[in-house]
């Protein structure tokens, strides 16, 4: 069995920590126990709030290829602007195995300082230890 959505958008999502208008065109393919996906959703604007702080969603997007086990390719970038500069995060890769990066514009922070700011939400806070996995 197969199903096709194709959504022009707007398609609203609203909560009280997202507020954000998404397209997309997907097809879902049943055969048997097996779920298959393919095609993509794109995100038209709008915010997203993180540790009580509102982000401006600058670009979202999901890709999905079709494979057994769901696992879209990410592509999402988030800003939010402090006294001198943007805060920049953004989420790629795989959905099972994304990378995180986070800068400034204009590079006036390291990443250490940029999680400290996200965490604290304010430019002021010292560095913050990050842990990265080797398997990265």
Same mark, same amino acid.
């Given at each position: 069995?197969?199903?096709a959505a194709h959504i022009p958008g707007p398609f609203k999502? +609203?909560?009280?920590?997202v507020n954000a208008d998404f397209k997309g065109d997907?097809?879902?393919q049943l055969a048997g126990?097996?779920?298959?996906i393919l095609g993509s959703v794109e995100g038209l604007g709008g915010w997203v709030e993180l540790l009580g702080r509102r982000y401006t969603l600058e670009h979202v997007r999901?890709?999905?290829?079709?494979?057994?086990?769901?696992d879209?390719?990410?592509?999402? +970038?988030v800003t939010r602007q402090v006294t001198d500069a943007m805060v920049i995060i953004e989420l790629h890769g795989r959905a099972k195995k994304p990378k995180l990066v986070m800068s400034s514009d204009?590079?006036?922070y390291?990443?250490?300082q940029v999680l400290g700011i996200i965490l604290s939400g304010d430019p002021a806070t010292q560095r913050v230890s990050i842990v990265r996995s080797i398997n990265r």
């Open positions: 069995m197969a199903l999502v +609203r909560s009280k920590e997907l097809q879902v126990a097996e779920t298959r999901l890709g999905f290829g079709g494979e057994p086990e769901p879209p390719t990410l592509d999402i +970038r204009p590079p006036v390291d990443e250490s």
